[in-house]
């Protein structure tokens, strides 16, 4: 009669076949492909972040999305990178590619040892391994990416402004926006990398390909409008400004940024006791303006009345007590950083993978 010890080995020899199958490799492959390629095309929560910072970011990344917006929260789409469900899809290809790679190999050598002469093709065969193998080594790319590599979401610039991004302040790296290539949505951008020994390098991306230094890749997520304001006094002194949102933008010249579905910011001339209000608005039928155009209101302290409005198109210079403001219509791009080592092993790995499946093509 037959013991439970005599049955184990069929178990092990089942559950080793199911865990190496060819279905079971496709399926995690499409499911890490699709993980990585929601990554690619939702912005994606930037690491390190605390529980406040990183709330208020999912908040306002699913407020771009309207009402599709907590449906993509809710499935996870903004933390896809950092996600469990590409983490275990990792881990079980590996493990399953291993499992291939190993069987493989065993399979091939018995082929290739009982080939007949003369046979045209005598390393098809090693096809499918080489492909597994090459597989694992993008598998270990993506992995330098995740130790190694670093990323930067929402990096928001205006012409001639810099930023050093939370995520490259240890590397003492800061972006330029030299400007952008035209006033419409889908303008190109010309973006300026300074490293911390000063030197500089250019990068131009735009909203259909990425820029790219090394491995250092920029995205550009956005753009959208944007009110230059700069002040002066009547000795033609510049005056400070500072924009009302938290942590925002603060000197002689400001930018205020309208993101998607924003339309309204807030900026204050502390020196003169003065708060400004500007609305964007993408056209103002009832008084003739078929185009963008910004409304900008002066308060001054507490009082409810504005003590000045102006229509701004283009551009616009306006004078308050002794103080002379320059509004001036622009744009603004939101970015995206990633610097990643493991590109080029990944690319590698990838190559491999189809030289293998093509040896192995009947």
């Known amino acids: 009669m037959p013991s439970d010890r005599d049955h184990r080995p069929d178990v092990l020899d089942r559950a080793w076949r199911i865990a190496g199958a060819p279905r079971v490799t496709l399926a995690l492959l499409t ?20 529980r406040v910072a990183a709330e208020s970011w999912l908040a306002e990344t699913a407020a771009r999305y309207g ?65 597994w193998l090459g597989l694992l080594i ?9 130790v190694a590599g670093w990323r930067a979401a929402d990096v928001a610039l205006a012409p001639g402004s810099s930023v050093t991004p939370s995520a490259a302040s240890s590397r003492g790296l800061q972006l330029r926006l030299d400007g952008v290539s035209a006033a419409e949505r ?23 390909w990425p820029g790219r230094w090394g491995n250092l890749w920029l995205f550009q997520r956005a753009t959208g409008p944007a009110l230059a304001v700069a002040a002066r006094d009547g000795e033609g002194q510049t005056l400070s400004l500072q924009t009302l949102e938290t942590g925002g933008e603060a000197g002689s010249a400001i930018h205020l940024l309208f993101r998607q579905n924003q339309t309204e ?12 209000r500007a609305v964007s608005y993408e056209a103002l039928p009832e008084k003739g303006i ?23 198109e283009d551009e616009a210079v306006v004078a308050i007590d002794d103080a002379t403001l320059t509004l001036r219509r622009d744009y603004y ?8 080592p493991g590109l080029p092993v990944v690319i590698a790995g990838a190559l491999l993978a189809l030289a293998g499946a093509l040896v192995a093509r009947p």
């Not at 889908?186 to 259909?208: C, E, F, H, K, Y």
Request: aromatic share 8%.
């Open 265 to 276: 910011q807030g900026f204050g001339l502390p020196a003169r006791n003065l708060t400004f």
């Open 31 to 50: 499911l890490t492909g699709v993980m990585l390629a929601v990554a690619l095309i939702f912005p994606q929560q930037p690491p390190g972040l605390d």
């Open 333 to 340: 791009v939101l970015l995206g950083m990633a610097y990643l």
């Open 67 to 131: 009402s599709l917006g907590v449906v993509l929260r809710t499935l996870g789409v903004f933390v896809a990178l950092d996600g469990l469900i590409l983490r275990v899809a990792v881990a079980l290809l590996a493990f399953n590619l291993l499992l291939s790679l190993a069987t493989g190999i065993g399979q091939a050598r018995q082929v290739w040892r009982g080939r007949p002469a003369g046979e045209r093709r005598p390393f098809a065969a090693f096809g499918w391994p080489l492909a």
């Open 290 to 312: 078929g185009r963008p155009v910004f409304l900008v209101e002066a308060y001054r302290g507490d009082a409810a009345t504005p003590v000045f409005s102006q229509l701004v």
């Open 186 to 208: 889908d303008a190109a951008s010309a973006v300026t990398l300074v490293m911390p020994d000063g030197a500089a390098q250019q990068i131009n991306t735009g909203p259909r």
């Open 138 to 146: 993008a598998l270990l790319g993506l992995w330098v990416n995740d």
